[in-house]
């Protein structure tokens, strides 16, 4: 069975700091993997996704994020923080074989120190 | 602004209650999906629907329905409610919804509080 893991609950980063947020998933083979982002209050907006190629992908507001089978992981990463980029973060893995598996990861949220 | 509207914004019930969600997806986007996120579950997929046909199914609850309407919009009908229902459910809307890798635009969602 599919499942994917978000061990970091909550993250502070200073601004202008670097951030790398980390995802882990289980699956028999390849998945779909993506990051979203959801602001207070607001839904989710995807930031970036993984089906195959390049195993280093960029996504919108400058994150992007390094698939490693190896290591079955897909973490997030982005060079230089922002205050408004506190948020929560979802990784999600979805699978190929059927369109009714998506599973998401239980989120990091990130606060960032000024 | 994703262009996918959900009302209400907000809605307070009690248990035993029903109720119904409202969705209406970007303009052109043909598949629906709904979610639930609670703190209990976290976010979870419920179901989508592509042109008015259910597509695929996650882990809804018996007690709860959809269906899209011949103008693309679709409703989450949640009945017999329980204070676990208590969630933020959001729709999303994609063009075609042939995979799941195709991109989803995520509604503002509606807050369910079951009393």
């Known amino acids: 069975a599919q499942s994917v893991t978000q061990p970091d609950i909550h993250i502070t980063v200073s601004e202008g700091a670097s951030l790398e947020l980390r995802c882990n998933y289980s699956?028999?083979?390849?998945?779909?993997l993506f990051w979203y982002v959801q602001s207070p209050g607001q839904g989710l907006q995807l930031l970036l996704k993984?089906?195959?190629?390049?195993?280093l992908v960029q996504g919108i507001k400058g994150f992007e994020a390094e698939f490693k089978r190896s290591q079955s992981s897909f973490n997030l990463r982005k060079p230089s923080v922002h205050w408004s980029d506190a948020a929560e973060y979802f990784c999600?893995?979805?699978?190929?074989?059927?369109?009714?598996?998506?599973?998401f990861g239980s989120g990091t949220r990130l606060s960032i120190r000024p | 602004d994703s262009g996918v509207t959900q009302t209400p914004k907000h809605l307070i019930t009690a248990t035993g209650q029903r109720v119904t969600l409202r969705c209406s997806p970007r303009s052109g986007d043909l598949s629906v999906y709904w979610y639930q996120q609670s703190l209990d579950q976290g976010l979870q997929f419920l179901i989508q629907?592509?042109?008015?046909?259910?597509?695929a199914k996650g882990n809804i609850l018996e007690r709860f329905s959809a269906q899209q309407f011949p103008d693309l919009h679709s409703e989450l009908n949640l009945s017999s409610l329980e204070l676990g229902d208590s969630a933020l459910y959001f729709c999303?809307?994609?063009?075609?919804?042939?995979?799941?890798?195709?991109?989803?635009?995520f509604g503002p969602g509606t807050r369910l509080l079951v009393l």
């Open positions: 999303a809307s994609s063009v075609a919804g042939t995979s799941f890798f195709e991109t989803q635009y």
């Open positions: 629907y592509y042109n008015g046909e259910e597509r």
């Open positions: 993984y089906f195959s190629g390049d195993t």
């Open positions: 999600a893995v979805g699978a190929r074989s059927s369109a009714s598996k998506i599973i």
């Open positions: 699956y028999g083979a390849t998945p779909y």
